[in-house]
C-alpha cells in the first residue's frame, strides 16, 4: 500500500551536446507508508522539489522507478495510472498561485467533483463537508484567487485535494509563503487531517523545525544524494 | 534625543469599490540608531506603513496624520522634496533585495550609483565609496568585488551588496520590508548580520517591518506588534519576549517552533469593516463583555510599555 | 495615472471611430443616399445631389465608400480569426507538450514566416479567380506565426503555475487544462495580436484591390483608389474620387491598431493591500 522510489534518478538536458546533462540527484531510494510523513530537507535548489514532482507523476524519471500499491507505474495500464493519478496528489509553495485567478474558488472546486464523477445535486453536500475539515465558511466559494489571504488559499487548495481523497500528498514547501501564525495553523490542520484519514505525506521544506515537527522519518538531499536519518 | 522619526496618529485608508482602512492611527517614535521591529501577519498593514513613509502610496490611497522625519512633516512635502530624500535620507529595502539588481551593469557601478544620482560626489568619488562601503563590510579587496556582475556572485552577496547600495549615502532611517521572507536560513543569517552592522555605528536607525518574531529577536530594541491596522503592543525587546501582555502577542509567541506551533484559532478581520470593540476579541482566549462593547486605547503599563488591551489593565 | 487617463480616452475615441465603420459595413443601405446599382451622369464633382460626385460608372462615389466598408471589415477580421485560431492552436500544443511536438510545430513556424505573403497572393490570383474567400484564406493563413509564438510562450510560462500543475495532478485531460486553465490566462496577449492581425489584414486587403487582384464584383476602398487612378479619375483631378477611401483605409486601420495598442498596454491593475 505504500508509495516508494526505487532508485531515482532525474537530469536535464541543456542543450543537444554529450555531456550538457545536468544531474538533479541519482540512485534515490525512499519509501512513505500509510499514514506516515516523510520530511525531506535540503538547501533551495537542492532537488526537494523536482523529487516531490518526480515521485507524484508529473516529470518522468530518468532513471530507476516510482512504485504505488508494489507496481511500477511506468508499467502501469491506464485504470491502473488513473488510480495512482487520483490517489496521489501534490500542494505547491504559492498559495496566490493555487488557483485559476479567472475562476472563482467554487467553481474551482465544482470542476474536480464533475471530474470524478459525482452528481451534482450531491456536489454542494460534499464542498460544504470539506470546507468544515478545512476550518473555513461557505462564503468564500463566490470570490476569486484574490480576494482571498494567503492562509485561506492554502486551506481551500488543501481542500480541493482531499476531494479526492488521495492517499498520499507530496507538500512542496506549502507553509514557507506563510506568516508564522499562519503557519502554526496549517501545520496542526494537516497533523489533523493525517490523523482522521489515514493520509501519507511527503512533506518537503528548507526549515528544519518545520520538518522535524511534521514528520517521523526524515531525509536531507546533499549533492544530488538522499541521507535518511538513522540510515548510514 | 530627538527622535529620527515619529508616527503621529497616522491613517491610511485605500478608496476603491469598497474603503479599506489599512491603518488606523497608528503613533510610535523612532530614536537615532534604533532598531524597531514592525511585527504582524500578512494585511496588518505594517508594510503600508512603509510605504507611507516613504512616499510610495498609490494614488487613491488617503492619508491623515503626521509623519514627521528629523523635524519636517513628510506628508506635508511635495513629491519633489520627497524624491530628493530617497535613497540620501532614508532609504528602504524590499523583500529579496537581490531581485532589483540589475544584471548587465556590474556591481560597483550598481552600489555608486545613488551617490551619482543625487550629486553628491564625481565618479571616482562615487567608487571610492562604495569601494570604502565593501571594505567596511568586510569584503576585502574591493577591488575583487566591484567589477563582478550580479550573475558571477550568489544570492546572498548580492543581497549584501543591495543593501549596501541602499545605505551607501549613509542615510539617518532605514526601512527594511520583510528582508528575510522566504529566504533559506543561511541567507537569513546573512541578511540579519549586513542589518546588524550598518545600525552598530548609531547614526542609522532601523525601521524592520516582518512577520518573523525569530529575526525581530536577534536585532530589535523595541517591538511594536501590530493588528489589523493598530499597534496592540509596544515594548523593549528582553521584556516583549519574556512575558508578552497582550494576548495576540502571546498567541505569536506560542506559534513559533519552540513553543510548539501552537496556532492562535480564526483569522485577522476584514479592512473594509473593522468590528467593533476590540479587534482581536474574537480569537481571544480571555475576552470579556467589555472587550467586544468598547474598543481599548493604547495605554502605558507598570513597566513602560505600551498595551491595547481592557485584560491588560 | 496621467497616461492611462489619456490611454482609455484615446481608446474611447478609437472605438467610437472603428464604430462608425462597423455601423457602415452593417447597414449600409440605411446610410447611404444611393444603391450600389443606381447611375447617374458620370464624372460629377461634388454637388449637393451628390456630396463626393460621381464614378466613370455614374455610381455615387459616397454610397460606393459606404459599401465598401464591408469588405475591408469582413477580410480584415474574417483573415485575423483564422490567423488566431491556427496561432493559438499550434501555440498552445507546442508549448503544452514540449518535446519533439513543440520543436516540429516551431520549425514549422519559421517555414511559414519565411513565406512572402503579396508575392504568394500574386501567384494565386494568376492561377485562381481572385474573390474574397481565396483573399481571406490566404492572408489567414500566412500570418499565424507571431501569434502561434507569443502563445506558446505565455503557455509555457502558465503551464509552470500551480493551479496547472494541479489540474495535470487530479488528472483533467489536457485539452481539458488547455481550454479552462491556460487560454483564459493568455487571452491578454492574444486580443491585441488580432486586432493588429486585423490592421495588417486590412492594409494588405487594400493593396491588393489596389493592384487590381481583389475581388473584381466588389468594389472595395482599395479597387476604389485604383479606378480612380485607371479609369481617369486622376487626370481630371477627381481628389474627391481616390482621397475619400485613403482616408477611411488609414482611418479605419488606425482605430483598430489603437485599440489593439490599448489592450496590449491597458492591462488591468489590482492593488493588493499587505
Given at each position: 500500500m505504500s508509495l516508494s522510489a526505487d532508485r531515482l534518478a532525474r537530469a536535464y538536458r541543456n542543450g543537444f551536446l554529450p555531456g550538457s546533462r545536468r544531474t538533479v540527484f541519482r540512485d534515490l531510494s525512499l519509501t512513505i507508508r500509510p499514514g506516515e510523513t516523510f520530511g525531506l530537507m535540503g538547501n533551495s535548489g537542492a532537488g526537494k522539489s523536482t523529487l516531490g514532482r518526480v515521485i507524484a507523476g508529473l516529470e518522468p524519471p530518468t532513471a530507476g522507478r516510482v512504485c504505488f500499491h508494489g507496481r511500477d507505474t511506468a508499467l502501469m495500464n491506464r485504470s491502473e495510472y488513473r488510480a495512482f493519478r487520483r490517489s496521489v496528489q501534490v500542494m505547491f509553495q504559492d498559495p496566490s498561485a493555487a488557483f485559476n485567478p479567472k475562476k472563482t474558488i467554487g467553481t474551482s472546486y465544482m470542476e474536480v467533483l464533475d471530474l470524478i464523477g459525482t452528481p451534482r445535486p450531491a456536489q454542494k453536500a460534499v464542498i460544504a463537508g470539506i470546507l468544515e475539515s478545512v476550518g473555513l465558511s461557505g462564503e468564500l466559494l463566490g470570490r476569486y484567487p484574490h480576494q482571498i489571504s494567503g492562509g485561506q488559499s492554502q486551506r481551500l487548495a488543501l481542500g480541493r485535494i482531499l476531494l479526492l481523497d488521495p492517499e498520499y500528498i507530496v507538500l512542496d514547501e506549502p507553509t514557507s509563503a506563510l506568516d508564522v501564525s499562519v503557519q502554526a495553523q496549517i501545520l496542526h490542520l494537516l497533523k489533523e487531517l493525517q490523523s482522521e484519514r489515514g493520509i501519507g505525506y511527503l512533506f518537503i521544506s528548507h526549515d528544519e523545525a518545520v520538518v522535524r515537527f511534521m514528520a517521523s522519518r526524515v531525509g536531507r538531499i546533499e549533492d544530488g544524494r538522499l541521507v535518511i536519518e538513522g540510515e548510514a | 534625543?530627538?527622535?529620527?522619526?515619529?508616527?503621529?496618529?497616522?491613517?491610511?485608508?485605500?478608496?476603491?469599490?469598497?474603503?479599506?482602512?489599512?491603518?488606523?492611527?497608528?503613533?510610535?517614535?523612532?530614536?537615532?540608531?534604533?532598531?524597531?521591529?514592525?511585527?504582524?501577519?500578512?494585511?496588518?498593514?505594517?508594510?503600508?506603513?512603509?510605504?507611507?513613509?516613504?512616499?510610495?502610496?498609490?494614488?487613491?490611497?488617503?492619508?491623515?496624520?503626521?509623519?514627521?522625519?528629523?523635524?519636517?512633516?513628510?506628508?506635508?512635502?511635495?513629491?519633489?522634496?520627497?524624491?530628493?530624500?530617497?535613497?540620501?535620507?532614508?532609504?528602504?529595502?524590499?523583500?529579496?533585495?537581490?531581485?532589483?539588481?540589475?544584471?548587465?551593469?556590474?556591481?560597483?557601478?550598481?552600489?555608486?550609483?545613488?551617490?551619482?544620482?543625487?550629486?553628491?560626489?564625481?565618479?571616482?568619488?562615487?567608487?571610492?565609496?562604495?569601494a570604502a562601503l565593501l571594505e567596511r563590510m568586510g569584503l576585502s579587496p574591493p577591488g575583487n568585488y566591484l567589477p563582478l556582475y550580479p550573475c558571477q556572485s550568489s544570492g546572498g552577496m548580492n543581497?549584501?551588496?543591495?543593501?549596501?547600495?541602499?545605505?551607501?549615502?549613509?542615510?539617518?532611517?532605514?526601512?527594511?520590508?520583510?528582508?528575510?521572507?522566504?529566504?533559506?536560513?543561511?541567507?537569513?543569517?546573512?541578511?540579519?548580520?549586513?542589518?546588524?552592522?550598518?545600525?552598530?555605528?548609531?547614526?542609522?536607525?532601523?525601521?524592520?517591518?516582518?512577520?518573523?518574531?525569530?529575526?525581530?529577536?536577534?536585532?530589535?530594541?523595541?517591538?511594536?506588534?501590530?493588528?489589523?491596522?493598530?499597534?496592540?503592543?509596544?515594548?523593549?525587546?528582553?521584556?516583549?519576549?519574556?512575558?508578552?501582555?497582550?494576548?495576540?502577542?502571546?498567541?505569536?509567541?506560542?506559534?513559533?517552533?519552540?513553543?510548539?506551533?501552537v496556532p492562535i484559532p480564526g483569522s485577522s478581520p476584514s479592512p473594509v469593516s473593522p468590528p467593533p470593540g476590540c479587534r482581536f476579541q474574537a480569537r481571544c482566549r480571555d475576552g470579556?463583555?467589555?472587550?467586544?462593547?468598547?474598543?481599548?486605547?493604547?495605554?502605558?503599563?507598570?513597566?513602560?510599555?505600551?498595551?491595547?488591551?481592557?485584560?491588560?489593565? | 495615472m496621467r497616461a492611462?487617463?489619456?490611454?482609455?480616452?484615446?481608446?474611447?475615441?478609437?472605438?467610437?471611430?472603428?464604430?462608425?465603420?462597423?455601423?457602415?459595413?452593417?447597414?449600409?443601405?440605411?446610410?447611404?443616399?444611393?444603391?450600389?446599382?443606381?447611375?447617374s451622369m458620370p464624372y460629377q464633382a461634388p454637388g449637393p445631389e451628390h456630396i463626393l460626385g460621381t464614378t466613370n460608372m455614374g455610381n455615387d462615389i459616397l454610397s460606393e465608400l459606404i459599401y465598401g466598408a464591408r469588405i475591408s471589415l469582413l477580410v480584415g477580421f474574417a483573415s485575423a480569426l483564422m490567423a488566431t485560431g491556427i496561432g493559438l492552436a499550434v501555440g498552445l500544443t507546442a508549448g503544452y507538450f514540449r518535446g519533439a511536438l513543440d520543436e516540429v510545430l516551431m520549425a514549422f513556424t519559421d517555414v511559414v514566416l519565411i513565406i512572402p505573403k503579396i508575392p504568394l497572393i500574386i501567384i494565386l490570383a494568376a492561377f485562381l479567380r481572385p474573390g474574397v474567400g481565396i483573399l481571406i484564406l490566404v492572408l489567414g493563413a500566412l500570418s499565424w506565426e507571431s501569434i502561434a509564438r507569443v502563445v506558446r510562450s505565455k503557455t509555457l510560462q502558465v503551464r509552470e503555475t500551480g493551479f496547472v500543475m494541479s489540474a495535470r495532478c487530479m488528472g483533467f485531460p489536457p485539452l481539458r487544462i488547455m481550454a479552462s486553465d491556460i487560454v483564459p490566462n493568455i487571452v491578454h496577449v492574444v486580443l491585441p495580436k488580432f486586432m493588429l492581425a486585423t490592421a495588417a489584414a486590412m492594409i494588405s486587403e487594400a493593396s491588393l484591390s489596389f493592384l487590381g487582384l481583389g475581388d473584381p464584383s466588389m468594389e472595395s476602398w482599395g479597387a476604389m483608389v485604383s479606378s480612380a487612378f485607371t479609369k481617369g479619375g486622376f487626370i481630371r483631378e477627381m481628389w474627391w474620387w481616390y482621397l475619400p477611401p485613403?482616408?477611411?483605409?488609414?482611418?479605419?486601420?488606425?482605430?483598430?491598431?489603437?485599440?489593439?495598442f490599448a489592450f496590449e498596454a491597458g492591462e488591468g491593475t489590482t492593488v493588493r493591500v499587505e
Open positions: - | 534625543m530627538n527622535p529620527v522619526l515619529e508616527i503621529d496618529a497616522l491613517s491610511v485608508t485605500f478608496c476603491g469599490k469598497q474603503a479599506v482602512h489599512a491603518v488606523d492611527r497608528v503613533s510610535f517614535s523612532l530614536g537615532g540608531g534604533e532598531v524597531l521591529a514592525l511585527v504582524g501577519e500578512t494585511g496588518c498593514g505594517k508594510s503600508v506603513i512603509a510605504h507611507a513613509v516613504m512616499g510610495l502610496l498609490p494614488g487613491e490611497a488617503q492619508v491623515s496624520g503626521r509623519i514627521v522625519f528629523k523635524g519636517r512633516d513628510l506628508l506635508a512635502l511635495s513629491e519633489r522634496e520627497r524624491s530628493a530624500m530617497r535613497g540620501k535620507d532614508c532609504a528602504i529595502v524590499f523583500q529579496d533585495p537581490s531581485r532589483a539588481l540589475n544584471p548587465v551593469h556590474r556591481i560597483g557601478r550598481q552600489i555608486a550609483e545613488p551617490v551619482l544620482i543625487h550629486g553628491a560626489g564625481s565618479r571616482e568619488e562615487a567608487h571610492r565609496r562604495a543581497q549584501r551588496f543591495l543593501i549596501a547600495a541602499s545605505t551607501i549615502l549613509d542615510p539617518s532611517l532605514v526601512i527594511a520590508d520583510e528582508p528575510t521572507k522566504g529566504l533559506d536560513p543561511g541567507r537569513v543569517h546573512e541578511v540579519e548580520d549586513e542589518l546588524v552592522r550598518l545600525t552598530g555605528g548609531g547614526r542609522t536607525a532601523l525601521l524592520l517591518i516582518t512577520h518573523d518574531l525569530a529575526v525581530a529577536r536577534r536585532i530589535a530594541d523595541r517591538i511594536a506588534v501590530m493588528y489589523a491596522g493598530e499597534i496592540v503592543e509596544l515594548a523593549e525587546n528582553d521584556a516583549f519576549f519574556d512575558r508578552p501582555s497582550h494576548p495576540y502577542s502571546r498567541g505569536l509567541l506560542q506559534s513559533l517552533p519552540e513553543h510548539g506551533f470579556k463583555a467589555v472587550c467586544g462593547g468598547q474598543h481599548p486605547d493604547l495605554v502605558s503599563a507598570a513597566d513602560g510599555r505600551m498595551v491595547r488591551c481592557w485584560q491588560c489593565r | 492611462m487617463d489619456a490611454l482609455k480616452s484615446t481608446n474611447r475615441g478609437a472605438m467610437a471611430l472603428l464604430a462608425v465603420f462597423l455601423c457602415m459595413a452593417a447597414f449600409p443601405s440605411l446610410i447611404a443616399p444611393y444603391g450600389p446599382s443606381e447611375r485613403g482616408i477611411c483605409i488609414t482611418l479605419c486601420v488606425l482605430s483598430v491598431a489603437a485599440i489593439g
